[in-house]
């Protein structure tokens, strides 16, 4: 999910399979301070042997976190990145031993969380997903893959978190407008396999938080959009004060417009 201008050399960059990324866009720099969205390049197949190594240099990364003074790290899992690729069968066509079946294609999955454990700590790792059910013809970014059946394939990733023993799952939900929730029965299936911390993410309103770890499924609700916007959200939320528009057109922006002046609200 990436540019050949943003790759040491213009080198394509790497993937399970060669399979280029449609219906998403990436962003590349076209001058200093500025950029635009653009079609990801088509990337080469990594082999065997590399993706043993991608597995030492996410343990490596660990350790460069710890040594930056992060309290844990959160491996990145989602949205159509490396490793959501792997998990996927549209984009995982390999035929080795990570790919194949859904067990060999959630076998990096599990080695990457293992090494990352084996550095930090598993009480100080979070794993982050987005099992969507559902997807949409919008351009988006990062959007992420729907599975044949989503269901099964994340509810086995979470069983491999749960076995590594892992402190929490992020799970982020469709975000355009109008996308459809998450089956209850899945989030049901996520609590009932996971014995970690739960956090949802994705759109939330204060009061669809409260009514998804009210009903049990969540234990947190992550907040993106409207904390860019609103940098004294947590009081805008407890005191029911009204939220800063967010403005889409500073989003990806590459300068500090859009990021640090958002007004706090004045009551």
Request: glycine content about 8%.
């Amino acid at each position: 999910m990436s540019h050949t201008s943003l790759q040491p050399g213009g080198e394509a960059p790497v993937a399970p399979s060669a399979i280029r990324a449609d219906n998403v866009k990436v962003f590349i720099e076209t001058g200093p301070g500025t950029g635009t969205l653009a079609d990801p390049s088509t990337p080469r197949a990594l082999s065997t042997e590399e993706v043993k190594e991608l597995v030492e240099l996410y343990a490596q990364a660990a350790r460069n976190a710890l040594e930056a003074g992060f309290d844990g790290v959160e491996l990145h899992c989602a949205n159509g990145y490396l490793v959501n690729q792997f998990i996927s069968a549209h984009t995982n066509q390999r035929d080795d031993e990570y790919g194949g079946s859904l067990q060999n294609r959630l076998r990096f999955l599990r080695e990457i969380t293992l090494a990352v454990a084996g550095v930090v700590g598993k009480e100080r790792v979070g794993v982050r997903f987005a099992p969507l059910f559902a997807t949409t013809d919008e351009d988006r970014v990062y959007l992420g893959l729907v599975e044949e059946d989503p269901h099964q394939t994340y509810i086995e990733a979470v069983k491999i978190l749960e076995e590594v023993g892992i402190a929490y799952l992020s799970l982020a939900e469709a975000d355009w407008e109008n996308a459809p929730e998450l089956p209850e029965t899945f989030r049901e299936a996520v609590r009932k396999t996971f014995s970690g911390k739960i956090i949802y993410a994705g759109k939330y309103t204060a009061e669809r938080a409260n009514r998804v770890i009210k009903a049990g499924w969540a234990d947190l609700i992550a907040f993106g959009r409207p904390f860019i916007a609103n940098p004294d959200l947590p009081a805008r939320i407890a005191n029911d004060w009204p939220l800063n528009p967010l403005d889409p057109s500073s989003m990806y922006g590459g300068t500090d417009k859009g990021y640090t002046d958002y007004p706090t609200y004045k009551p």
